[in-house]
C-alpha cells in the first residue's frame, strides 16, 4: 500500500527546499497547516457522528467506538 503526501506538505516541502523561510512566514504556515489539520478532524469526526449503524457496520466500527472518536476534541490527534 503506498503512502500519499498530502498537498500541503507537499507545498510546504517544495518551499523549505528552494529558499528559507522568514522566521515569521514559517510561524504562519506552520499554523495555517495546523488550523487545517484541525478544521479537519472536526468535520471527519462531526460526519461520523452522523453516520447511520448500518454505515458504521460497512466501515469496521461499532456504534459505541465511533461514539468516543466523534467525542475527541479537535485538537487531540
Do not use: C
Not at 51 to 58: A, F
Request: positive net charge; proline residues 6%.
Amino acid at each position: 500500500m503506498t503512502q500519499t503526501t498530502p498537498p500541503l506538505t507537499s507545498d510546504l516541502r517544495y518551499l523549505t527546499d528552494h529558499r528559507p523561510l522568514a522566521p515569521i512566514t514559517a510561524s504562519v504556515l506552520r499554523l495555517a497547516v495546523l488550523l487545517d489539520k484541525w478544521s479537519t478532524r472536526r468535520r471527519t469526526r462531526r460526519a461520523l457522528s452522523q453516520l447511520e449503524p448500518h454505515l458504521l457496520n460497512d466501515i469496521g466500527l461499532d456504534l459505541e467506538t465511533a461514539r468516543q472518536e466523534a467525542q475527541r476534541a479537535f485538537w487531540l490527534g
